[in-house]
């Protein structure tokens, strides 16, 4: 007997793959997730329309609602594995030992700059994108989008401790270094180039150094 549609579909869910009634598989899901992601992340999530979603991925649109719901529900599955692939990079750099906050600045900083010089990815950063088009978001996505960041921001902030930043000053640092951080991934969107990047982050690593020492040594 025949297997049904919907037999297909639930075959999918299990093993990740779609698959015909041969055992061929039809399409990798990892991989049109991975290309969704690009897509929101080039176009942001209001001009991320279902026909460049379709084309971006190769999917049908009965194939890309069966596999990942709607467009809300994709985008989040979409910022979810941005998040996996690079928050990681961060928590790596940050890791330290740093013998300062400088150090603290250029080590999370350099992360944001290796992602913008990548080719094989759109410019500027998916999450940046999400927050300046927050008002498109539902509620669910937007509080994703704010969690992500308030992560990045407690991740920094302890970082800032642990290289001899007291608790104001480590707060202040981390805000000012997320800010720098979504400010290059505008600035590569607007065309500035990458040794004008790297002139950013090397000023905003100057900076906290000797502010910092100098609030300690008073």
Same mark, same amino acid.
């Given at each position: 007997?025949? /297997? ?19 055992? /061929? *598989? ?15 992340? /080039? ?5 991320? %329309? ?10 049908? /649109?009965?194939? &890309? ?5 709607? *467009?809300?529900?994709?985008? +989040? *599955?979409? &910022?979810? +594995? ?14 330290? =030992?740093? =013998?300062?906050?400088?150090? @603290? ?6 992360? !944001? ?11 500027? $950063? ?8 927050? =008002?498109? #978001?539902?509620?669910? %996505? ?9 992560? #990045?921001?407690?991740?920094? !902030? ?17 805000? $000012?270094?997320?800010?720098?951080? *979504?400010?290059?991934? @505008?600035? %590569? ?9 790297? !002139? @950013? ?10 502010? @910092? ?6």
């Amino acid at each position: 007997m025949e /297997r049904s549609v919907q037999d297909l579909w639930n075959d999918r869910f299990k093993t990740g793959t779609l698959t015909t009634m041969a055992g /061929r *598989k039809q399409f990798d899901v990892d991989e049109a997730l991975r290309r969704a992601m690009h897509v929101f992340w /080039r176009w942001g999530y209001s001009e991320a %329309s279902i026909d460049r979603l379709t084309e971006g991925t190769g999917l049908g /649109r009965s194939s &890309l609602y069966g596999t990942f719901g709607d *467009k809300s529900t994709l985008f +989040r *599955k979409s &910022l979810q +594995r941005y998040a996996q692939t690079y928050h990681p990079l961060y928590d790596q750099a940050l890791s330290g =030992p740093h =013998p300062s906050p400088s150090a @603290v600045v250029a080590a999370y900083l350099q992360v !944001t700059l290796n992602r913008i010089a990548d080719p094989t990815v759109p410019d500027g $950063c998916l999450l940046t994108m999400s927050a300046a088009q927050l =008002p498109a #978001l539902d509620a669910e %996505s937007q509080a994703m989008v704010r969690a992500m960041i308030d992560g #990045l921001r407690a991740m920094l !902030t302890q970082s800032f401790r642990a290289a001899g930043a007291d608790e104001q000053a480590a707060a202040e640092l981390a805000l $000012c270094t997320l800010a720098t951080n *979504k400010s290059l991934a @505008v600035l %590569s969107r607007a065309g500035f180039s990458g040794d004008d990047l790297a !002139t @950013v982050a090397a000023a905003a690593a100057r900076t906290p150094g000797s502010g @910092v020492e100098q609030a300690a040594v008073a």
